[in-house]
Structures are given as C-alpha cells and as structure tokens.
C-alpha cells in the first residue's frame, strides 16, 4: 500500500460545481462479492419526491444493511459523462478524467507503486455528507482487471472528529491503518486491502470531496460509461 500526498498542486475541482450527484445506497453489500447485488440510484429529485416515512424508511433499511457490516450510502457523479454536461464546470472534470488516463500520469503512478501493468483509469466524483458512510470492502471485480484504487482529497480543513476516515482492516476486520480526509491530497494502495469510508458525524460542518477510481490493466475506455462500485 502507497499513501503519499499529490505532487501536483493545481486545484482539479471547481469550488462551485454543480455536479448534480447521485445519492448511491446498497442494501447488501458482501465483503467477498461487492458487485452482485442490486444498487439503488437516487438523483436528489427522486429523494425530495419521497414522503417523509419513505425517506426515513429508505434510510432505516441502509442503516440496517450496514449494522451488519454490508452497504454504503453516498453521492457520487461518474466523470466519464462529464464531457458533453451543459454545465462548463462540470465538463472541466472531463480533463481531470482525461489526464488520469495520461502517459505522464499513469508513469508516475507506476513509478510509485512498483506496477507496470497499468493501462488506463477510471474516475468518479464522490460526496460523503453527515450520516453517509461506506462499510468494509474489497475492490476487487472479476473481469475488470483492477490494480490499484486511488483517492484525490478536495476536503479543506477537516476535523478528525467528523468521521469519513480512509480505514484500513486486518483480515480478521480489526481496525489497522486510517487517514483523515485532506486537500489536495493522493492515496493510492492495493484493491486487495479491506477498507472504509467511516461514518461522517451529525455534527461534520462540510461535505468530504474527492476523485476517486482504480487504475486497471486493461485499455483505456474514454468516452464511455463505466460501472462503478465504490470506493
């Protein structure tokens, strides 16, 4: 596993980009099969057309589902359909998508990480806000040919106290490692590694931003839409 910051210090996100994220929940999420069951997409519209007891019940039942250790619940934008949004600032995470999938890049993350089969990345924009949370995973997806799963930090001034931490676990679910979130920040480590994003507090004052994906050893696929379990 490789945690190091980002040498490059260009701000990639826009301070105001209105992603218009989706709102991502599974119900059951297995440690050992984290794409076999069904994902549950929202657009903040669907959520606001709920009824209060529907909200409170869609919630109940992922807060269920992660009391035993499965599912997650977060916003999350696919970069790879940025290119074409009608927003300019959304299009702008387009050139992010692009530039991970560089030659300098994807050198550079060889050079880190000891890898030389790396090919190509994919890239999603994610939001955790107070009460969302990812439970212990691995990266790991038949046919997708992961290597490594990488974490862009855009969360300023973030208290340890608000939760969202980047926890790593034992095999036996012990607690080993963990980061707190922080700006302009790269982690980068093995799909093989079992890891969470801890719940964010009641009380965090902002949202926990970053750029996430895995660098794979298979082709480039710019342009179009990956699937993308979460990270």
């Not at 696919?78 to 290119?83: F, G, L, R």
Request: aromatic letters at 12%; glycine letters at 6%.
């Amino acid at each position: 596993m490789a945690i190091r910051p980002a040498k490059k210090s260009a701000q990639l996100l826009p301070a105001k980009a209105a992603m218009g994220p989706k709102l991502i929940g599974f119900a059951e999420f297995p440690l050992l099969n984290p794409c076999g069951p069904p994902t549950l997409l929202l657009v903040p519209e669907e959520m606001q057309n709920l009824s209060p007891e529907e909200q409170q019940q869609l919630v109940k039942s992922l807060y269920t589902a992660a009391s035993q250790g499965v599912g997650f619940m977060y916003a999350r934008f696919p970069i790879s359909s940025a290119e074409n949004h009608s927003n300019e600032e959304v299009r702008f995470l387009h050139e992010f998508y692009k530039y991970i999938n560089s030659k300098e890049m994807l050198d550079f993350v060889q050079e880190v990480s000891g890898r030389n089969d790396l090919l190509s990345a994919d890239s999603q924009a994610t939001s955790y806000t107070p009460g969302q949370y990812l439970t212990r995973h691995r990266d790991i997806l038949p046919g997708e040919e992961r290597r490594l799963a990488y974490v862009f930090g855009f969360s300023e001034s973030w208290h340890p106290d608000w939760g969202g931490l980047l926890q790593f676990y034992e095999q036996n679910g012990n607690p080993r490692d963990a980061w707190s979130p922080a700006f302009n920040s790269l982690a980068l480590f093995d799909v093989k590694h079992i890891h969470s994003v801890t719940y964010v507090a009641p009380f965090a004052a902002a949202q926990r931003l970053s750029l996430t994906g895995w660098f794979r050893a298979i082709p480039s696929k710019l342009g179009q839409e990956q699937h993308t379990p979460p990270i």
